[in-house]
């Protein structure tokens, strides 16, 4: 029989939210070291796994270390490989599926998918996992979402536009993240880590504080979520500059190794058990543009960021944040993202989509609409503006 990709949906927010229970969800184990990638076997060998299937970029060398491992640990009597190219969309989901499904006359049934590469790798690892209903390890190459450790996916159209969150129950089974390939990638992709990450507290500071406010995990935030949020906050404001400096001389010094583990670790338990609000659903909103399309997850939430202390009316904050951010290399213009000021029709449209009735705009205390969304933007872009012209006088 052929896989349905469109199982039924599970949303923990429909499922649980009118209960009002605190939910803290993590993975079940979570690894971070220099040269990790050539012991994944050793960890993986506990599943006592018979055949496993890994999914990967098709640039990654690494995915080769990590098969070896398995192997060498005897993790698995079998793997095989997939690789995966272009969006983290439905349709990559169904190819795999039922790549897998075509072989297993000769493979097997796996017993555990590993997903190896970026964020969109990781997503597509998770909802191909779900489909399969097997054990799921998760072997981030960059620090530059925080898509590890969580238990949805973040699913776009072939083309590249933002359609929907995809849930599951279950978070990965292990993380592995080796530090020393992560300190390797160009420092952007740090620094996009960086901006997802920032926005992990602010985001979370809004669920905290509004009674009425729902997590990822379908329930109200705990003190934990909220202190890890505020923790990875005070982490990338003490040793993020220090670390971009270091990745682009290629050291992985204390500074980089803490970041990698805000950006993945901190950030992905906050976000989800600590909730999202208007930034993400900014970034959302943002994909639909297509000039923003080149631009990277977290360069789009750190716009969202700026957009959402504006709209809250925290201008101090937001003048921090985007001092910092500017530091950063990310965005704090419209321009910045490729945007025009006056290009208001698609603004617009940017922000509608940040509005849909199910995003986590919602989760703030007060109404947010359309116009107010689009205020906020222009808001943030005056004052990136201003803070770049008071930089480039100096």
């Not at 005070?234 to 970041?259: Q, R, T």
Request: proline share 4%; glycine share 6%.
């Amino acid at each position: 029989m052929d896989p349905v990709v469109h199982q039924e949906k599970y949303n923990p927010i429909e499922r649980y939210a009118t209960l009002g229970h605190k939910v803290f969800g993590a993975p079940q184990k979570y690894i971070q070291a220099p040269h990790l990638v050539q012991y994944i076997g050793k960890y993986l060998s506990l599943l006592n796994a018979q055949y496993i299937v890994l999914v990967r970029d098709p640039q990654l060398n690494i995915y080769t270390q990590v098969r070896d491992s398995i192997l060498q640990y005897g993790a698995a009597k079998k793997v095989d490989e997939y690789t995966f190219d272009g969006e983290c969309s439905w349709l990559q989901v169904k190819s795999i599926v039922d790549a897998i499904h075509l072989k297993r006359h000769s493979s097997g049934t796996p017993d555990c998918l590993v997903a190896v590469g970026g964020g969109k790798t990781l997503d597509l690892g998770k909802a191909i996992a779900n489909q399969l209903h097997v054990s799921l390890a998760i072997v981030p190459t960059l620090a530059s979402t925080d898509a590890p450790c969580s238990a949805l996916s973040v699913m776009y159209t072939p083309e590249g536009d933002f359609q929907e969150y995809s849930f599951y129950p279950l978070n990965p089974t292990y993380v592995f993240v080796d530090s020393a390939i992560i300190a390797k990638a160009p420092s952007r992709f740090l620094a996009s880590g960086i901006g997802d990450a920032m926005a992990t507290f602010y985001e979370a500071d809004v669920c905290f504080h509004n009674p009425k406010a729902t997590t990822c995990q379908g329930g109200r935030p705990t003190v934990s979520a909220y202190s890890l949020a505020e923790l990875c906050k005070n982490i990338l404001y003490s040793h993020g500059l220090e670390a971009l400096k270091d990745v682009k001389k290629g050291e992985l010094s204390e500074s980089v190794d803490l970041v990698i583990e805000a950006n993945t670790l901190l950030s992905g338990l906050g976000f989800e058990s600590g909730g999202l609000a208007a930034a993400h659903a900014i970034h959302n909103g943002l994909t639909i543009h297509h000039a923003t399309h080149h631009k990277m997850h977290g360069e789009k939430v750190a716009f969202g960021v700026v957009s959402q202390l504006c709209m809250e009316g925290k201008l101090e904050e937001a003048n921090k944040v985007a001092n910092f951010f500017y530091q950063c290399h990310l965005p704090i213009t419209l321009a910045d993202l490729n945007l025009e000021e006056s290009d208001r029709q698609g603004l617009e449209s940017i922000a509608r989509r940040a509005c849909q009735q199910d995003e986590t705009i919602h989760n703030h205390s007060f109404s947010v609409t359309p116009d107010k969304v689009y205020d906020s933007m222009m808001e943030a872009h005056r004052l990136g503006m201003r803070l770049v012209h008071s930089k480039e006088k100096v």
